[in-house]
T-cell receptor, first 110, second 114 residues
Framework: QKEVEQNSGPLSVPEGAIASLNCTYS??????FFWYRQYSGKSPELIMS????GDKEDGRFTAQLNKASQYVSLLIRDSQPSDSATYLC??????????FGQGTTLQVKP | KAGVTQTPRYLIKTRGQQVTLSCSPI?????VSWYQQTPGQGLQFLFE???????NKGNFPGRFSGRQFSNSRSEMNVSTLELGDSALYLC?????????????FGEGSRLTVL
């Protein structure tokens, strides 16, 4: 089992819809969870960080964390074509080392 | 404030050669980490430095090495290049020693090995 699992996609949603990106992990001691966005040919940039169970909202983005079920998700409301990118789930494991998911490619169609 | 600067941005090498990549972190950031990104493997952690000390290392062969200088600038070296080393090499800096802190990535160095 991979330490961090993400569906590679592509996940295709129509403009204006809600995009739901999911990430499951195996290390129960994981403390910090991050979602990074990477446009094609560009470097990753941080969108959201979440540290405790529940939801965290920032504009059109909501991160959800459920440590008991070992998953973290990112919801993008009112998806725009400019949201088309690869979304990386990154977490800080029990040892402090960062663990990376493979990324999910999101395509928002006008 | 200036971002993370990586040089060179693009380079082409042949098998067996060696390469050195440079990374200048954001001013005040003392943690620098390196990553290899390929279409097939995604983003893979190489190593992390903090205050000139290697703190963590990924699962890469000994041909991959790095170091950090007293001004926090970092270099990574790949010796005896192989075709499979062709990739985008990303450097990221962080203010906090805690790896949970936000990473700021550079634009990367794209290496092609022929």
């Amino acid at each position: 089992q991979k330490e961090v699992e993400q569906n590679s996609g592509p996940l295709s949603v129509p403009e204006g819809a809600i995009a739901s990106l999911n990430c499951t992990y195996s290390d129960r001691g994981s403390q910090s969870f991050f979602w990074y966005r990477q446009y094609s040919g560009k470097s990753p940039e941080l969108i959201m960080s979440i540290y405790s169970n529940g939801d965290k909202e920032d504009g059109r983005f909501t991160a959800q964390l459920n440590k008991a079920s070992q998953y973290v998700s990112l919801l993008i409301r009112d998806s725009q074509p400019s949201d088309s990118a690869t979304y990386l789930c990154i977490l800080s494991g029990n040892t402090g080392k960062l663990i990376f998911g493979q990324g999910t490619t999101l395509q928002v169609k006008p | 404030k200036a971002g993370v600067t990586q040089t060179p941005r693009y380079l082409i090498k042949t098998r067996g050669q060696q390469v050195t990549l440079s990374c200048s972190p954001i001013s005040g950031h003392r943690s620098v980490s390196w990553y290899q990104q390929t279409p097939g493997q995604g983003l893979q952690f190489l190593f992390e430095y903090f205050s000139e000390t290697q703190r963590n290392k990924g699962n890469f062969p000994g041909r991959f090495s790095g170091r950090q200088f007293s001004n926090s600038r970092s270099e990574m070296n790949v010796s005896t290049l192989e075709l499979g080393d062709s990739a985008l090499y990303l450097c990221a800096s962080s203010f906090s020693r805690d790896v949970g802190g936000e990473l700021f990535f550079g634009e990367g160095s794209r290496l092609t090995v022929l």
